[in-house]
């Protein structure tokens, strides 16, 4: 089993900053991608941001240029640098990971999706 611990969540005002936090532990040979979804009070669940065992990223449009995601490897971590935060943004924000372990003595994998259980970000003034 794997488990995902996320931080950072908390109350802002707007232009002000936040960084997120997500620890994946547990049975795991490598993680091909990292993301961060949100949803809003009465929304669906959004993506927000994901990144690629390479560091190959990609944002929503709506928070381009604002918020930045990356990852530690060697943690098995992912980061959600969230900058000129809005009201807007307010939302429970969810880590998502793919994780892949070996299965056998040849080397067959698998793969499975996992989910933090959400931390809340709350912008106003």
């Known amino acids: 089993q794997v488990q995902l611990t996320e931080s950072g969540g908390g109350s802002v005002q707007p232009g002000g900053s936040l960084r997120l936090s997500c620890a994946a532990s547990?049975?795991?040979?490598?993680?091909?991608?990292m993301r961060w979804y949100r949803q809003a009070p009465g929304k669906e669940r959004d993506l927000v941001a994901v990144?690629?065992?390479?560091?190959?990223?990609n944002y929503a449009d709506s928070v381009k240029g604002r918020f930045t995601i990356s990852r530690d490897n060697a943690k098995n971590m992912v980061y959600l640098q969230m900058n000129n935060l809005k009201p807007e943004d307010t939302a429970v924000y969810y880590c998502?990971?793919?994780?892949?372990?070996?299965?056998?003595?040849?080397?067959?994998?698998?793969?499975?999706?996992?989910w933090g259980k959400g931390t809340l970000v709350t912008v106003a003034s």
């Open positions: 998502n990971v793919d994780v892949r372990w070996v299965v056998n003595v040849e080397g067959a994998t698998a793969t499975r999706n996992y």
């Open positions: 547990g049975r795991i040979s490598s993680i091909p991608a």
């Open positions: 990144i690629s065992s390479g560091g190959d990223t």
